[in-house]
């Protein structure tokens, strides 16, 4: 009281509070930011995978710091990382195991409590209906070391392969189109290529929303042209010396251009398909029809645009070729990877730095999912049906060779079908809020009322997804658990723990280990681990001659600003290009030359929606919002969803920018948005990112998938655009 | 191309970058400032900003650094980015810009602080000392980049000090320091240069004049920019300024005992010039104390908006830039003469509890009048000063002036007709001095409402109609948002109107009481006017600032 007065008549203006300090290393700066010490780790939001440091106080991570010596980001951060300790403190963390009770409200409980109506619960269910009616939905958000005893969890604890994670929703496009091209998964290229490439070239990717720090590296490049392809003008389009205003899906046709072009006059490079590719000749007959004047009528662009592309890529020594989800989103995601690939092999651009096909991925961890995480593939980037792969696997970990599973289970999409079917009766997601990201909700919330159980394991609560759970697990995040993270161009940093979870949270990898001994098979499964290093140990056994080769990686080593593996005898130091051999992961060592043709959109317009709605990020944000939320700073510069719309488009509805919209679409609608009236967008486009749990988009998106990869076709679908009056 | 090519082409000059070739179409041609600045003896050069609008990608990093940095709540930043289109889909350009304190060399905010809460360093840097800062918000009007801001929870003003303390340390900023692409860069400069750069080259894109403070940022633009061409995204989105109700009240209210004072003088120096023998002291004896009371409470709530209202004493020290300081002098010595007179006045005729003569006769308590009228007019006049700071275009005329003198000719007058009623019915009699001074009051009265409301309505349309965006957007902010408020201020005008007409054409039919009653509803009513007004004036005016970020300005803006 006493002290309100003395604020409020101008006594006390909080100096300490607000007093300054001089931090030892760092300098003068807000006393509550000067920590008692620091911490190295590794960003967990996007893969870019910058090196930080933790400050901490007490139990409090007070202030986060770009690593100076860690080569990604070299001391910088974006505004999410630089923010990243505040959502750890956040009032919505998930703090104790939570039971639903019949009245529908939440219940905490112990873990024993949780863990013993989890395990009874599935079991039951798998008695009744087989162990293939558990489905297991993880994430890209976990440690490598986490994937992988949970990867061993589901396929041999539980004995169930109806097991994906939520990075079939942002590049499993990008791991079949490289595995159908190269014989593997694996990105070849580096970040340090961006500062060495003369050529540029981002096909639906904005980078400068989506991978800010990434511009480092540009930035430091001495000579470059940068050409973006893009339906929108992004920020990264904005920054362009060229960009290509594709017609969506078109990205295909362009491909197909450009390799006519090259090949027509010559430009590839015959001497590395002579003895690196095969297909060339079926190439050629397929890239015949694709001429300048087609490739402009079918991508929109004007023809000295694709020419100017072209000159580029094909007089260019090294050529960059960057993409998201842009190519990743799409009902034909993989064979458009395949093309880009294509594209570079034929011009020589793979195996060098600066020269690659490289997909930016989108998740902090997607790659160490992709390595290691026992869902689409076994660990080490092996194969469910290759019998020496399995037999490998088994020997490793000393176990029967006939319980490895002999073909992948249902991915994503085919999960929640078999949901909706009613053939998976009990699901567990790990870190991921589906009840905002995944297309079509309507579709998504009808085949969730359908299961005995749902098990939500989140770091926050109430998510949208945690609100529906019949059981919740409070989990540790980032900040609070060790292990490490694989970034965009394979490398693996190390991410520590700086502080304890709040309340009774325990790490993903805890929950691994507890489960396992409720099942009865931690030693089994997990023999004479205590702690993630010695899952760490046993990734390095396990990936031992692979292409994703950990075995020269230690924890030590790894702490220099990470590894990019390839790591091994021969490569003591870690690799930052793949195939500098010419030689792939084929049968024969050789890519395949793949192409393809592009479709028609999974919807089309008509007269009641006539416009396609474009789907992405804000740099502000970081996917469901459930971290940056809670990020005041954060949250205050985009508090809300909003819908860009072209002036034309505008002045056709009639609607202004102070007016709100609603997008309505054939499965739902979206209502009160703000709108965005901007020439960054096509008049037959609308744009809305997909942070926003209030204002879904997945409302509206349609549930089409590419048929190899599983992936959703976010970037389209049919919309209308109408004025929403409150 | 490079970006070191790119930066190269648009960095001519020596020492610093010079003026990329931009077809100057929206910049104004700024003339050479006579002097170097405000402060600018301690140093011959000035520790600045450099912003390469080139290289930014638009990412808000530095914002978030900077909140990092000085433990800022989400509410005050003081590192914004924004951002600015022009173009047609495809070929669409835009541009981000980041912005801190601009560290002016003719800092207004430091100019017009009461307080002297601002310290020039001599490094150049514009420090804001939080301990001696009042929390009037002064200065928070006075910038033009609407860089000072007040922090609600420290109730104080605070802003970007280019973390002086870490370049002292050799260390840089928090933002230079997190920008991945190094488009932020701290650098020092013959203050000349900054004066020379200023006449050519002018500020960003969508920048308020930079004749206005003379800020030391640099900004280097893209290559071959046209800034002309583009426009801020938060253009659409305007929405009402703070309204400021305790000083709302003593504007209104100082303005009112002003001119109530001029009336009284002028009643008592014709009396005592030509009706020596009209009965008028009780009236003037009672009024001038009222009025002196109204004045003396008005001026005590006004402490009650600043921050800090204990230290209040403090804003006095400035006087000799700040306008805010004058106006306390100003209204101070109003209130010290206002209070001298009223005391004669009331001990002479209202209480009668001397002589006149003991007092020095009425050439005394005409001086004594007079000087209450002239210090009166300083104080409303350096009140209106305050207001007229160039950062806030619709404030920044004459017109501020004339609307305060005009409130004061309204109400005074107004005022004067209810006490003279009040003093006939006490006496019993209608004195015909009175009812003379009363008509010629009315008259006045009625005159100004009409010639406030017609200057008022042709003001605004010529904003309206004219190209500078803030003016034009507060015309539509009356037109529009306030279209509600302005009519029931109209009705209550006309029928304020009408009641002070009623009083010039006579209305003795009525009788004394009911005259009374007319004319205490004249006076509530165009109290009410210039209330309704006055918040109008304080809401409806829309600040220069630099490019804004879009979803920011789209949060509670008004249509």
């Given at each position: 009281?006493i002290?309100?007065i003395?604020?409020?008549?101008g006594?006390d203006?909080k100096?300490?509070e607000?007093?300054y300090?001089?931090?030892?290393?760092?300098?003068?700066v807000?006393?509550?930011?000067i920590p008692?010490?620091w911490?190295?780790s590794?960003?967990?939001y996007c893969s870019?995978g910058c090196?930080m440091?933790?400050g901490v106080?007490?139990?409090?991570?007070?202030?986060?710091r770009g690593?100076?010596?860690?080569p990604?980001?070299?001391?910088?951060?974006c505004?999410?990382?630089?923010?990243?300790?505040?959502?750890?403190?956040?009032p919505?963390r998930?703090?104790?195991?939570?039971?639903?009770?019949?009245?529908?409200?939440?219940?905490?409980v112990?873990?024993?409590?949780a863990?013993g109506?989890?395990?009874?619960?599935i079991?039951s269910v798998q008695?009744?209906?087989?162990?293939?009616?558990?489905?297991?939905?993880s994430?890209?958000?976990l440690?490598t070391?986490?994937?992988y005893?949970?990867?061993?969890?589901v396929?041999?604890g539980?004995?169930?392969?109806?097991?994906?994670g939520?990075?079939?929703?942002c590049m499993?496009?990008?791991?079949?189109?490289?595995?159908?091209s190269?014989?593997s998964?694996?990105?070849p290229?580096s970040?340090?290529?961006?500062?060495?490439a003369?050529?540029?070239?981002?096909?639906?990717?904005?980078i400068?929303?989506?991978?800010?720090?990434?511009?480092?590296h540009i930035?430091k490049?001495?000579e470059?042209k940068l050409i973006?392809c893009?339906?929108r003008?992004?920020?990264?389009?904005?920054l362009?010396?060229l960009?290509l205003?594709?017609?969506?899906?078109?990205?295909?046709?362009?491909?197909?251009g450009?390799?006519?072009?090259i090949?027509k006059n010559?430009?590839?490079?015959?001497?590395?398909?002579?003895?690196?590719?095969?297909?060339y000749e079926?190439?050629?007959?397929?890239?015949?029809?694709?001429?300048l004047?087609?490739?402009a009528?079918?991508?929109?662009?004007?023809?000295?645009?694709?020419l100017?592309?072209?000159?580029?890529?094909?007089n260019?020594?090294?050529?960059?070729?960057?993409?998201?989800?842009?190519?990743n989103?799409?009902?034909?995601?993989?064979d458009?990877?395949?093309l880009?690939?294509?594209l570079?092999?034929?011009?020589?651009?793979?195996g060098r730095t600066?020269?690659?096909?490289?997909?930016i991925?989108?998740?902090?961890n997607?790659?160490g999912?992709?390595?290691?995480s026992?869902s689409?593939s076994p660990?080490?980037?092996?194969k469910?049906?290759?019998e020496?792969d399995?037999?490998e696997l088994a020997e490793l970990?000393?176990?029967?060779?006939g319980?490895?599973p002999?073909a992948?289970?249902a991915?994503?999409?085919?999960?929640?079908?078999g949901?909706?079917?009613?053939?998976?009766?009990?699901?567990?997601?790990v870190?991921?809020n589906?009840?905002?990201s995944?297309?079509?909700?309507?579709?998504l919330?009808?085949a969730?009322?359908k299961l005995?159980?749902?098990i939500v394991?989140?770091?926050f609560?109430?998510?949208?997804t945690?609100q529906?759970?019949?059981?919740v697990l409070p989990?540790?995040?980032?900040?609070e658990?060790?292990?490490?993270?694989?970034?965009?161009e394979?490398?693996?940093?190390?991410?520590n723990?700086?502080?304890?979870?709040?309340?009774?949270?325990?790490?993903?990898?805890?929950?691994c280990?507890?489960l396992?001994?409720?099942?009865?098979k931690?030693e089994?499964?997990?023999?004479g681990?205590?702690c993630?290093?010695?899952?760490?140990?046993e990734?390095?056994?396990v990936?031992k001659?692979?292409?994703c080769?950990y075995?020269g990686?230690?924890?030590?080593?790894?702490g220099?600003g990470?590894i990019?593996?390839p790591c091994n005898a021969?490569?003591p130091e870690?690799?930052?290009s793949?195939y500098?051999?010419?030689?792939f992961?084929?049968d024969?060592?050789?890519?395949?030359?793949l192409?393809?043709?592009?479709?028609?959109?999974?919807e089309d317009?008509d007269?009641?929606?006539?416009?396609i709605l474009?789907?992405g990020?804000?740099?502000?944000h970081?996917?469901?919002g459930?971290k940056?939320?809670n990020?005041?700073?954060?949250?205050k510069?985009?508090?809300?969803a909003?819908v860009?719309?072209?002036p034309?488009?505008?002045?056709?509805?009639g609607?202004?920018?102070?007016?709100?919209v609603?997008?309505?679409?054939?499965?739902?609608?979206?209502?009160?948005?703000?709108?965005?009236i901007?020439?960054?967008?096509?008049?037959?486009?609308?744009?809305?990112p997909?942070h926003?749990a209030?204002k879904?988009?997945?409302?509206?998106?349609v549930?089409?998938?590419?048929?190899k990869s599983g992936?959703?076709?976010y970037?389209q679908?049919?919309v209308?655009?109408?004025?929403?009056?409150? | 191309?490079?970006?070191s090519?790119k930066?190269?082409?648009?960095?001519g000059g020596?020492?610093?970058c010079?003026t990329?070739?931009?077809p100057a179409k929206?910049r104004t041609p700024?003339?050479?400032p006579?002097i170097p600045?405000?402060?600018?003896d301690?140093?011959?050069?000035?520790?600045?900003f450099?912003?390469?609008?080139?290289?930014?990608?638009?990412?808000?990093?530095?914002e978030?650094a900077?909140?990092?940095q000085?433990?800022l709540?989400a509410?005050t930043?003081?590192r914004r980015?924004g951002?600015g289109?022009s173009?047609t889909?495809?070929?669409?350009?835009?541009?981000?810009?980041?912005?801190g304190c601009?560290h002016?060399?003719?800092a207004?905010c430091a100019k017009?602080c009461p307080v002297d809460?601002y310290?020039v360093?001599e490094k150049?840097?514009v420090i804001h000392?939080?301990d001696?800062?009042i929390?009037c918000?002064?200065?928070?009007?006075?910038?033009p980049?609407?860089?000072?801001?007040m922090q609600?929870d420290?109730?104080?003003?605070t802003?970007?000090d280019?973390?002086?303390?870490?370049?002292e340390?050799?260390?840089?900023?928090?933002?230079?320091q997190?920008?991945p692409?190094?488009?932020?860069e701290i650098?020092?400069v013959p203050?000349?240069q900054?004066?020379?750069?200023?006449m050519?080259?002018?500020?960003?894109?969508d920048?308020p004049?930079?004749n206005l403070t003379?800020p030391s940022?640099?900004?280097?633009?893209?290559?071959g920019m046209d800034?002309g061409?583009?426009t801020?995204v938060?253009q659409?989105?305007?929405?009402?300024?703070?309204?400021h109700?305790?000083?709302?009240?003593m504007?209104v209210?100082?303005?009112?005992?002003?001119?109530?004072f001029?009336t009284?003088?002028?009643?008592d120096?014709?009396?005592?010039l030509?009706?020596?023998?009209?009965e008028?002291?009780?009236?003037?004896?009672?009024?001038?104390p009222t009025?002196?009371g109204?004045v003396?409470?008005?001026l005590?709530?006004?402490t009650?908006h600043?921050?800090h209202?204990i230290?209040?004493?403090r804003?006095?020290?400035?006087?000799?830039?700040?306008?805010?300081s004058r106006e306390i002098?100003?209204l101070s010595a109003?209130?010290?003469a206002a209070?001298?007179?009223?005391?004669f006045?009331?001990?002479?005729?209202g209480?009668r509890w001397v002589?006149?003569?003991?007092?020095?006769?009425?050439?005394v308590r005409l001086?004594l009048g007079?000087?209450?009228?002239?210090?009166g007019?300083a104080?409303?006049y350096?009140?209106?000063?305050?207001y007229?700071?160039?950062?806030?275009?619709?404030w920044?005329?004459?017109?501020?002036?004339?609307d305060f003198?005009?409130?004061a000719?309204?109400?005074?007058?107004?005022?004067?007709?209810?006490?003279?009623?009040?003093?006939?019915?006490?006496?019993?009699?209608?004195?015909?001095?009175l009812i003379?001074?009363?008509?010629?009051?009315?008259?006045?009265?009625?005159?100004?409402?009409?010639?406030?409301?017609?200057k008022n309505?042709?003001?605004i349309?010529?904003?309206?109609?004219?190209?500078i965006?803030?003016?034009k957007a507060?015309?539509?902010l009356?037109?529009?948002y306030?279209?509600?408020?302005?009519?029931v201020r109209?009705?209550?005008a006309?029928?304020?109107?009408?009641?002070?007409f009623?009083?010039?054409?006579?209305?003795e039919g009525?009788?004394?009481?009911?005259?009374l009653?007319?004319?205490l509803l004249a006076?509530?009513?165009l109290?009410g006017v210039?209330f309704?007004?006055?918040?109008i004036?304080?809401?409806a005016?829309?600040?220069?600032?630099i490019p804004?970020?879009?979803?920011?300005?789209?949060?509670g803006?008004?249509?």
């Open positions: 009281m002290q309100k003395k604020h409020l008549i006594l203006i100096e300490e607000y007093a300090g001089n931090d030892p290393e760092h300098g003068y807000s006393a509550q930011k008692d010490r911490v190295k590794t960003c967990g870019v090196g440091l933790l106080k007490g139990d409090r991570i007070v202030a986060v690593d100076e010596d860690h990604v980001n070299e001391g910088d951060l505004p999410k990382g630089l923010s990243e300790h505040h959502p750890l403190t956040s919505d998930a703090v104790s195991p939570l039971m639903k009770q019949p009245d529908g409200s939440f219940k905490a112990d873990w024993d409590t863990y109506h989890m395990v009874d619960t079991q008695a009744k209906h087989g162990p293939q009616s558990f489905g297991v939905l994430t890209g958000q440690l070391e986490e994937f005893a949970l990867g061993k969890l396929q041999l539980f004995g169930t392969t109806n097991y994906d939520n990075t079939t929703l499993s496009s990008a791991v079949v189109g490289y595995k159908q190269f014989g998964d694996g990105p290229g970040y340090k290529g961006l500062a060495t003369d050529v540029i070239f981002l096909i639906g990717a904005n400068a929303d989506n991978h800010p720090i990434l511009w480092h930035r490049n001495p470059y973006v893009d339906p003008k992004t920020k990264t389009a904005m362009a010396d960009f205003p594709l017609k969506p899906r078109r990205d295909i046709d362009l491909l197909n450009l390799i006519h072009l090949i010559r430009k590839v490079d015959q001497n590395y398909i002579d003895n690196h590719t095969t297909g079926e190439l050629c007959q397929h890239a015949a029809p694709f001429g004047e087609v490739t009528l079918r991508t929109g662009l004007p023809e000295e645009k694709i100017e592309t072209y000159e580029a890529i094909a260019g020594k090294k050529v960059f070729f960057g993409w998201t989800m842009g190519i989103h799409s009902t034909q995601g993989s458009t990877v395949s880009i690939n294509t570079a092999l034929i011009t020589g651009n793979i600066g020269a690659a096909p490289m997909s991925t989108g998740q902090c997607a790659m999912s992709r390595e290691f026992f689409s660990p080490g980037y092996r469910f049906e290759n020496t399995r037999k970990w000393n176990i029967d060779e319980l490895m002999t992948r289970g991915n994503y999409p085919e999960i929640i079908d949901v909706l079917e009613g053939k998976i009766k009990a699901l567990w997601v870190a991921t589906p009840l905002v995944f297309p079509d909700q309507a579709r919330k009808k969730l009322a005995e159980i749902l394991q989140d770091g609560h109430p998510t949208p945690t529906l759970a019949d059981l989990a540790a995040i980032w900040g658990k060790d292990g490490c993270y694989t970034n965009s394979r490398r693996v940093s190390r991410a723990a700086a502080v304890p979870p709040p309340g009774l949270a325990r790490s993903d990898f805890q929950i280990m507890d396992a001994e409720r099942l009865g931690r089994w499964l997990f023999p681990w205590t993630s290093e010695d899952a760490f140990e990734i390095r056994q990936s001659g692979r292409l080769d075995s990686i230690t924890i030590e080593k790894m220099q990470g990019q593996w021969a490569n870690g690799a930052d793949l500098t051999d010419g030689v992961k084929t024969d060592g050789k890519a395949r030359l192409f393809t043709v592009s479709e028609e959109l999974p317009v007269n009641s929606y006539r416009l474009n789907t990020r804000t740099v502000e970081w996917h469901t459930t940056t939320r990020v005041a700073l954060l949250n510069l985009a508090p809300e909003w860009e719309v072209n034309a488009t505008a002045t056709y509805f609607i202004t920018p102070h007016d709100r609603s997008l309505v679409s054939r499965r739902g609608r979206v209502d009160d948005l703000l709108v965005r901007a020439e960054t967008i096509h008049p037959d486009h609308v744009f809305m997909f926003f209030e879904c988009i997945n409302e509206l998106t549930a089409a998938f590419d048929p992936e959703p076709n970037k679908c049919a209308r655009l109408e004025r929403f009056d409150r | 191309m490079s970006c090519e930066s190269k082409e648009c960095c020596s020492g610093g010079a990329p070739a931009v929206k700024v003339e050479r006579e600045g405000f402060r600018t301690n140093r011959d050069t000035q520790t600045r450099h912003f390469h609008m080139d290289l930014c990608v638009g990412c808000h990093a530095c978030v900077c909140a990092e000085n433990a709540p509410h930043q003081w980015v951002e289109q173009g889909f495809p070929d669409t350009q835009s541009y981000f810009l980041s912005s601009n002016c060399l003719d207004p017009g809460a310290e360093n150049g840097i000392k939080d001696v800062c929390g918000g002064y200065c928070t009007w006075n910038c980049y609407g860089v000072p801001t609600e420290r109730r104080i003003v802003k970007c280019m973390c002086h303390n870490r370049l340390q050799g260390r840089d900023p928090a933002c230079v997190a920008c692409v190094g488009a932020i650098e020092t203050i000349e900054i004066i020379e750069e200023h050519t080259v002018g500020g960003g894109p920048m004049p930079p003379i940022t640099k900004i280097t633009l893209p290559e800034i061409a583009f801020k938060d659409p989105f305007v929405k009402p300024e703070h309204p109700t305790p000083l709302i009240i504007t209210l100082t303005q009112l005992g002003f001119g109530g001029v009284v003088f002028l009643v120096v014709v009396r005592t030509f009706f020596p023998t009209a008028a002291g009780l009236l003037l004896g009672w009024l001038a009025l002196m109204i003396g409470l008005s005590g709530a006004s009650l600043l921050g209202p230290h209040a004493g804003a006095l020290k400035n006087w000799k830039t700040s306008w805010l002098l100003g109003f209130a010290g209070m001298t007179y009223s005391v006045l009331l001990a002479t005729e209480l002589a006149p003569e003991m007092l020095g006769g009425p050439w001086s007079a000087g209450t009228v002239v210090c007019i104080g409303i350096c009140s209106s000063m305050l007229r700071v160039p950062a806030r275009p619709a920044d005329s004459v017109k501020t002036t004339i003198f005009d409130v000719a309204i109400l005074g007058p107004a005022a004067f007709i209810v006490a003279a009623m009040i003093s006939m019915l006490i006496t019993g009699h209608s004195e015909g001095f003379g001074a009363m008509q010629a009051s009315a008259f006045f009265s009625a005159a100004a409402l009409v010639f406030k409301h017609a309505a042709y003001i349309k010529r904003w309206f109609e004219g190209d965006f803030e003016l507060s015309a539509e009356r037109m529009n306030f279209f509600r408020l302005r009519m109209n009705s209550i006309v029928l304020g109107f009408i009641l002070l009623a009083f010039m054409s006579g209305g009525l009788g004394l009481p009911r005259q009653a007319v004319a006076l509530v009513l109290m210039s309704i007004n006055r918040y004036f304080f809401v005016v829309v600040p220069r600032n804004g970020n879009y979803l920011v300005a789209a949060q803006a008004v249509h």
